[in-house]
């Protein structure tokens, strides 16, 4: 079996102790060569009845596994359980919560919530290029919270005060996103409003100075399901494969 292609695939694969273990070395080690995480030696040898590598130098915790060095270390939750996780996290479109997680791969609910948090950590992306170098640039802001219509009218008269905002916008957070097609990457900001001033800061703090061959489109839609931000942003996923094989993965620090 290759790439697994759906989350069936993903538990039957993964569910092979062997398979967890090239996959972790194809991630961490792309020429193949297991290293100590402890000291960097090579010449380790694998301990196929505990399943765990050993290091002949003498130091600390000679034995490791595959976990340590990576956002799996200190966790009881087997590789067979996480690498489906991660697969999922990276697959799911309108993302997914701990209690879908649970269902899905068969652990508790706070087990998926552990979970989670450290692959949205993993996943976060931090780097700070600027946009609009190879192609048009989409940008949109939405407003993101309960229903107002459903709350208590003395909570909402509480939040009213508090925020200043009217209607449908009680007890919101505005999101700002900024679309470049050519990279395939979404960067999204918490604002304080929208107004122009807070929207053209977001922008011009993500884009190249020159604009002349970026046509930067802007849409203010209050209705979030016609958002063409939205829309984008769920359309332009990276691979499983994309999400973990990068040079600064930050499940494992640089590959």
Same mark, same amino acid.
């Given at each position: %079996?290759?790439?697994?292609?759906?989350?069936?695939?993903?538990?039957?694969?993964?569910?092979?102790?062997?398979?967890?273990?090239?996959?972790?070395?194809?991630?961490?080690?792309?020429?193949?060569?297991?290293? #100590?995480?402890? #000291?960097?030696?090579?010449?380790?040898?694998?301990?196929?009845?505990?399943?765990?590598?050993?290091?002949?130098?003498?130091?600390?915790?000679?034995?490791?596994?595959?976990?340590?060095?990576?956002?799996?270390?200190?966790?009881?939750?087997?590789?067979?359980?996480?690498?489906?996780?991660?697969?999922?996290?990276?697959? #799911?479109?309108?993302?997914?919560?701990?209690?879908?997680?649970?269902?899905?791969?068969?652990?508790?609910?706070?087990?998926?919530?552990? *979970?989670?948090?450290?692959?949205?950590?993993?996943?976060?992306?931090?780097?700070?290029?600027?946009?609009?170098?190879?192609?048009?640039?989409?940008?949109?802001?939405?407003?993101?919270?309960?229903?107002?219509?459903? *709350?208590?009218?003395?909570?909402?008269?509480?939040?009213?005060?508090?925020?200043?905002?009217?209607?449908?916008?009680?007890?919101?957070?505005?999101?700002?996103?900024?679309?470049?097609?050519?990279?395939?990457?979404?960067?999204?900001?918490?604002?304080?409003?929208?107004?122009?001033?807070?929207?053209?800061? %977001?922008?011009?703090?993500?884009?190249?100075?020159?604009?002349?061959?970026?046509? %930067?489109? %802007?849409?203010?839609?209050?209705?979030?399901?016609?958002?063409?931000?939205?829309?984008?942003?769920?359309?332009?996923?990276?691979?499983?494969?994309?999400?973990?094989?990068?040079?600064?993965?930050?499940?494992?620090?640089?590959?």
């Amino acid at each position: %079996m290759g790439e697994p292609k759906t989350l069936r695939e993903a538990i039957q694969y993964f569910n092979d102790p062997e398979n967890c273990r090239k996959f972790m070395i194809f991630v961490r080690w792309p020429d193949g060569k297991v290293r #100590c995480p402890y #000291c960097g030696n090579e010449n380790v040898s694998y301990l196929s009845n505990a399943k765990l590598y050993f290091c002949p130098k003498k130091h600390d915790k000679q034995k490791f596994s595959l976990k340590v060095g990576t956002i799996f270390e200190g966790s009881p939750i087997g590789l067979d359980k996480w690498l489906p996780a991660a697969w999922l996290i990276a697959n #799911c479109k309108n993302g997914i919560s701990s209690y879908e997680l649970a269902r899905a791969i068969g652990v508790t609910q706070k087990s998926a919530w552990f *979970m989670l948090g450290r692959l949205r950590e993993a996943m976060q992306d931090t780097r700070t290029h600027k946009f609009g170098f190879g192609g048009p640039v989409e940008g949109d802001e939405v407003y993101i919270g309960p229903n107002p219509t459903k *709350m208590h009218k003395d909570r909402k008269a509480k939040i009213q005060a508090r925020d200043g905002l009217k209607g449908g916008m009680v007890g919101k957070t505005a999101v700002q996103g900024i679309l470049d097609r050519e990279l395939r990457q979404v960067r999204a900001k918490v604002l304080p409003n929208v107004k122009r001033e807070t929207l053209q800061s %977001m922008i011009l703090e993500n884009l190249r100075h020159s604009l002349r061959s970026t046509r %930067m489109s %802007m849409w203010a839609m209050t209705d979030w399901k016609r958002s063409t931000f939205t829309r984008s942003s769920i359309t332009l996923r990276s691979t499983f494969a994309d999400r973990f094989t990068r040079k600064e993965s930050r499940i494992s620090g640089p590959c």
